[in-house]
C-alpha cells in the first residue's frame, strides 16, 4: 500500500536514499542540497540504514570518495548542488570514464559569480557532457521516483554509469507537496542487490583501475563509452515500465502534454513545466492548439524520439533556464535544433531565458510565449531567435 | 605488534610490484614502493596519485601492480582510498566481506605536499583505517622538474630555474611530516630507502595501528637532482647522514629519532653530487649554502630537543 505524505523535495529523495540503502555516501554540505543529506545523515545516526557516511572536506573529495567506494564494489550514492558540483567536475569525467554507478541528486542552483543560491539549471548544464546519465524531475514525486529507477538504469550490466537526478533547488527542494512512498519491500525489491563489477576488495583477482592510455588506444575506449551511451534510453524504458507496473505512475524518456495534434509547443525542463501545462490548457479552452515536452532523460540525449515529437508543430520555443555563453543559445534550444535538423519540414524555434537565479516563473511568462508562437504559426515572422524573458529593461 | 623482519625473510616474500614497469632507472620510488609492499603481511589494496609512478605503473594493458589498484587523479589519492576503506567497513560490517585488508596510498610530492593537501588533511581527520606515504622526490618530476613546496631552498628547478638574478628556489621547503602530525593520528614517520630496516619497521608498525597513518619518503630522482643514476640510495644515505632527512617517527605524540647518525656530516656532502645545487658552489653563493647549513642544524637542533622532551 502506497503512503501518501506530505514533504519536501529533499525528504523524499533522502527517504528514496534510505529505501534503497546504500552502502557508503560520501557527502559535502552545500545550498539548497544541504537538508536532503542532513534527514539521510539521520537515518545512518539512527540506524535506519547500513549505510557508512564519509563527511568529507569538500565535494571534489566526495566525488572522490564516491570513486573508490564504488570501485571497491558496493552501493554508493553522494549528493551536491552549483558549485559542489563544479567543484566534482574534473572527477565526474573519472567517474563516467571508469564506468562507475555512482547515483548524485542534484538539486539544482544558480552558478556564482554573482553569488546566488536559488534554483536554475547552469549547475547541471555545465555537466551535461561528462558522460554522466542525466534524469530531470518536475516535482518531488518525479525526484523521488526518478532516484529510485537510476539506480536500476545506472547498474545495469549493460551501461554501468553514474546517474544524476535532477530537482529544482527551493521550489522543489524546500516545497512540501503531496507525493505516494512506494513501501520498503517494494523499493528494496525494485533495486535488488548490488552487483558489483571487478570489485577492488576481491583480493583474489587484484584489478588496476586507472590506467594510462595514450594515443594507441584512448580513442577506441572513448567510442565505447559512445556506444554504451547509445543504450541507456533502451534501458531507462525498461526500467519505467517495470516501475510503472510497481507504482502505476508512468515515465517516459520525456513527457508530452497535449502535443500530438499541437502546433505550437513548449520545451521546458522540471518545476516550471508544471506552470506552464496549466497556461497551455487554457490556450486549448481558447482553441489554440498549444503542447508541451518536457524532456527527463536529458543525457544521453534522445535525439531521434524527440525530433519525432516535435517534427509536426509549426512554431517551439525552447524555454532554458540557463544560458550558455558563446553559444548563441541555451543548452536545451541547441540540442531540440540538433533533434529537428535531420527533419525537409519541421517548427520554427525560438529560445527565451528564464528563471535564472531563482527569479520567479509565472503563468503570464508563459501566456506570452504561447502568444508570440501562435502568431509565428500564422505569419511565419520571427521578432526575436533568442532573448531573456522576466527580466527587467 | 609484527615482528621484525630479516633481510633473509623479505627476500623470500613475493615482489608486488613486477619488474618492466617503465620508471626511469635509478628512481627511488619503485624501491620504496617494493619495500613498503614487502613489509606488509596484510593484503594491500592501493591507491595512487597522478604521477611519475602512476603513469609508469599502469599503462594500458600493462599493469605492474599484483595488488588491487586504483588511479582516480593527482589531488585525492587520500579521498580515494578513504573511499575504497569506507566499502570495506560497510561490507565487512555486513558480512560481505570477513578478510583482513589495509590500505595505502602513495603519492609524490606534488600531490602530496601541494595539489593534494587538503585531501590527505581531510582523510586523516576523518580518521580512516589508512596509510598515506608520500615519495618525496622534491619537485614535479614527472612534468619535467617544477618547483613545488617540498622543493629545498636553493635548489635549480625549471620554474625557478637558478639564474643570473635568482639562485634557484628562495623559500624553505613545507616541513609536511610535522603538518600530518598536527593532525593528531597515531603515526607519522620519515623514513628513507637507504635504511630499509628502519623503513620496513615503519611500514610494519604503521599497519599495525588502526586509523590513520603518515609516511613521508624521500626518493632520490636524478633527472631532476641532476645525479647519477646509480647514486639513489647513496644520496637518500646522504640525506640522513647530513640530517637534511631526519629519521624519526610520531607515534601517539611521541616523537622518537630512529636514526641518529654517528657522525653528523655537512649538508654540502649531501648538496654537491647533484647538479640541482651546482650553483651554490660558486664563490658568491657561499653564504646561500651556510644558511643552508644553519637551516638544517637549528631542525635538527630543534627535533633533538622535541625527542627530549618525551625522553623518560
Known amino acids: ?393 | 605488534m609484527a615482528k621484525a623482519l630479516t633481510l633473509k625473510e623479505l627476500s623470500k616474500k613475493e615482489v608486488l610490484i613486477s619488474p618492466g614497469h617503465r620508471m626511469c632507472a635509478g628512481c627511488g620510488a619503485p624501491t620504496v614502493v617494493k619495500m613498503v609492499l614487502l613489509a606488509s603481511d596484510y593484503p594491500i589494496i592501493a591507491a595512487n596519485a597522478t604521477g611519475c609512478l602512476e603513469v609508469s605503473t599502469c599503462i594500458s594493458d600493462y599493469t605492474a601492480w599484483k595488488i588491487p589498484w586504483i588511479h582516480n587523479a593527482f589531488e585525492n589519492a587520500a579521498a580515494t582510498i578513504s573511499g575504497v576503506e569506507t566499502m570495506y567497513r560497510s561490507l565487512k560490517k555486513q558480512g560481505k566481506i570477513d578478510k583482513e585488508i589495509k590500505f595505502i596510498a602513495f603519492g609524490g610530492d606534488g600531490g602530496t605536499y601541494d595539489i593534494g593537501i587538503q585531501s590527505l588533511s581531510g582523510a586523516m581527520e576523518r580518521g580512516h583505517d589508512m596509510l598515506y606515504i608520500c615519495y618525496d622526490n622534491e619537485a614535479y618530476m614527472n612534468t619535467g622538474i617544477q618547483r613545488s613546496s617540498a622543493t629545498p631552498y636553493g635548489a635549480d628547478t625549471t620554474t625557478r630555474p637558478a639564474g643570473s638574478v635568482v639562485p634557484g628556489k628562495t623559500e624553505q621547503r613545507k616541513n609536511l611530516t610535522k603538518i600530518m602530525a598536527a593532525h593528531n593520528i597515531p603515526f607519522a614517520a620519515q623514513a628513507s630507502p637507504s635504511h630499509w630496516s628502519d623503513l620496513v619497521k615503519k611500514v610494519r608498525k604503521a599497519l599495525d595501528i588502526t586509523g590513520p597513518k603518515f609516511m613521508n619518503i624521500i626518493s632520490p630522482c636524478n633527472r631532476g637532482w641532476r645525479s647519477r643514476t646509480d647514486d639513489s640510495i647513496l644520496l637518500s644515505r646522504l640525506a640522513v647522514e647530513t640530517c637534511f632527512w631526519p629519521l624519526y617517527e610520531i607515534e601517539n605524540g611521541i616523537t622518537k629519532i630512529t636514526v641518529k647518525p654517528k657522525e653528523k656530516k655537512p649538508v654540502i656532502d649531501f648538496l654537491k653530487p647533484q647538479g640541482r645545487f651546482k650553483h651554490l658552489f660558486k664563490p658568491e653563493n657561499e653564504a646561500l649554502l651556510a644558511g643552508i647549513q644553519a637551516d638544517i642544524d637549528r631542525e635538527w637542533e630543534r627535533l633533538q630537543k622535541e625527542e627530549a622532551c618525551f625522553a623518560s
Open chain 1, 1 to 393: 500500500m502506497a503512503q501518501v505524505v506530505a514533504v519536501t523535495g529533499n525528504e523524499a529523495v533522502a527517504n528514496a536514499l534510505r529505501q534503497v540503502n546504500p552502502d557508503v555516501c560520501a557527502v559535502y554540505p552545500i545550498t539548497p542540497q544541504t537538508e536532503m543529506m542532513q534527514r539521510f545523515a539521520n537515518f545512518v545516526s539512527n540506524g535506519n540504514v547500513k549505510t557508512e557516511l564519509i563527511l568529507v572536506e569538500s565535494e571534489h573529495s566526495s566525488m572522490s570518495a564516491c570513486v573508490g567506494a564504488s570501485a571497491a564494489g558496493g552501493r554508493v550514492v553522494t549528493a551536491t548542488s552549483s558549485q559542489g558540483l563544479a567543484l566534482m567536475y574534473e572527477i565526474l569525467y573519472i567517474a563516467s570514464g571508469t564506468r562507475l554507478p555512482i547515483i548524485m541528486p542534484v538539486v539544482n542552483r544558480a552558478l556564482s559569480a554573482p553569488l546566488n543560491i536559488h534554483g536554475d539549471h547552469s549547475d547541471a548544464m555545465g555537466a551535461r557532457d561528462t558522460g554522466w546519465i542525466q534524469l530531470w524531475s518536475e516535482n518531488a514525486q518525479e525526484a523521488y521516483d526518478n532516484t529510485i529507477q537510476a539506480f536500476r538504469i545506472a547498474e545495469h550490466m549493460d551501461i554501468r554509469l553514474p546517474a544524476m537526478v535532477c530537482l529544482d533547488g527551493f521550489i522543489i527542494s524546500h516545497s512540501i507537496e503531496r507525493i505516494e512512498y512506494l513501501e520498503d519491500e517494494e523499493v528494496k525489491k525494485f533495486v535488488g542487490e548490488f552487483k558489483p563489477l571487478n570489485p577492488l576488495l576481491d583480493i583474489g583477482h587484484p584489478v588496476s583501475y586507472g590506467p594510462l592510455i595514450l594515443t594507441d588506444y584512448y580513442m577506441e575506449y572513448r567510442k565505447a563509452q559512445d556506444e554504451i551511451a547509445s543504450k541507456v534510453s533502451g534501458i531507462v524504458l525498461k526500467v519505467a515500465a517495470d516501475f510503472e507496473k510497481m507504482s502505476g505512475r508512468k515515465y517516459g524518456l520525456f513527457e508530452t502534454y497535449r502535443l500530438d495534434d499541437a502546433e505550437i509547443g513548449l520545451i521546458i525542463l522540471n518545476s516550471a513545466a508544471g506552470t506552464s501545462k496549466d497556461v497551455v490548457d487554457e490556450f486549448r479552452d481558447r482553441g489554440i492548439k498549444a503542447g508541451l515536452l518536457k524532456p527527463r532523460l536529458y543525457r544521453p540525449f534522445p535525439f531521434m524520439e524527440t525530433g519525432e515529437a516535435l517534427k509536426h508543430l509549426k512554431a517551439v520555443c525552447v524555454l532554458d533556464r540557463a544560458d550558455a555563453f558563446g553559444g548563441s543559445y541555451g543548452p536545451v534550444f541547441l540540442d531540440i535544433a540538433t533533434s529537428l535538423y535531420p527533419y525537409k519540414e519541421k517548427p520554427v524555434l525560438i529560445n527565451k531565458i528564464y528563471g535564472l537565479g531563482g527569479r520567479d516563473y509565472l503563468p503570464e511568462h508563459a501566456e506570452l510565449v504561447l502568444s508570440e508562437l501562435a502568431g509565428i504559426a500564422k505569419t511565419g515572422s520571427v521578432r526575436s531567435y533568442k532573448e531573456y524573458i522576466g527580466v527587467r529593461e
